[in-house]
C-alpha cells in the first residue's frame, strides 16, 4: 500500500477525534514525531541519490545518520535546500513565514512537551490542535513540493534508500555533494 500524508495522520486525526483528555498533547506529540521523520526521510532520500551510494550502501547512510546524534528538523530542512538547491520560503510563498514561526513555536513546545516538563505556555487543547493543523499544513506542502520537484513525499514508502533514476537530481545532488561528500555533509546536518 502507497501511504500518503492522509494515511501517515490518521492516526492523529483518530486521537483528535477520542474525546481522550489529552487529546491535544497526544496528537501534537504524534504530529510532531511524523513532521520530524518526514524531514528525515526526504533528506536521506536525497543523499541517496548521489552516485557515489551504491543501493548496498544503505546501512552505511542508515549509521552515518544515526551517528550524528545532533540532528534535528531544522538540519534536515536545511538539509534538503541545500541538496536541491530550492528555497522552501520562495516554493511555500505566502505560506512560508506564518509556518515557519508556528513551527519555531511547536518546537520549542516540542523540547519541553517531550521531556515532560512545563511549557511556560499554558497551551490550551485548541492551542495545541493548531499547532497540530500547522504542522500537517507543512508536511502537505513538502509532500506536494518533493513529489513534483523529486519523486519522493516522504511518507509514500517506508523505506527512503531508493534510487529515482532522476539524472538530473543526480547531478544536482552530487554538485552538492562534491566538495564535503556524502558522510561529511550528513555529519554537518
Known amino acids: 500500500m502507497r501511504r500518503t500524508l492522509e494515511e501517515e495522520f490518521k492516526t492523529i486525526d483518530y486521537v483528535l477525534s477520542s474525546g481522550i483528555e489529552t487529546r491535544g498533547v497526544d496528537a501534537f506529540c504524534l504530529a510532531w514525531i511524523k513532521y520530524e521523520r518526514q524531514q528525515r526521510k526526504i533528506c536521506s532520500f536525497l543523499v ?28 534536515f530542512r536545511s538539509g534538503i535546500q541545500r541538496l536541491t538547491n530550492l528555497r522552501l520560503k520562495d516554493e511555500f510563498g505566502d505560506r512560508y513565514a506564518p509556518l515557519n514561526n508556528a513551527l519555531d513555536r511547536a518546537s520549542k513546545a516540542r ?13 490550551s487543547r485548541v492551542q495545541l490542535v493548531v499547532m497540530v493543523e500547522n504542522i500537517r499544513e507543512w508536511c502537505g506542502l513538502l509532500a506536494a513540493l518533493s513529489a513534483a520537484k523529486f519523486g519522493y513525499d516522504g511518507f509514500a514508502a517506508t523505506n527512503s534508500m531508493l534510487k529515482a533514476g532522476n539524472l538530473l537530481l543526480t547531478a544536482t545532488v552530487d554538485k552538492a555533494l562534491e566538495k564535503l561528500g556524502w558522510e561529511a555533509f550528513i555529519k554537518q546536518l
Open 48 to 75: 541517496f541519490q548521489a552516485s557515489a551510494i551504491k543501493p548496498t550502501d544503505a546501512s552505511s547512510v542508515r549509521r552515518a545518520l544515526a551517528n550524528n546524534v545532533g540532528i534535528g528538523h531544522t538540519g
Open 111 to 123: 523540547d519541553k512537551i517531550f521531556h515532560g516538563q512545563q511549557t511556560g505556555q499554558g497551551y
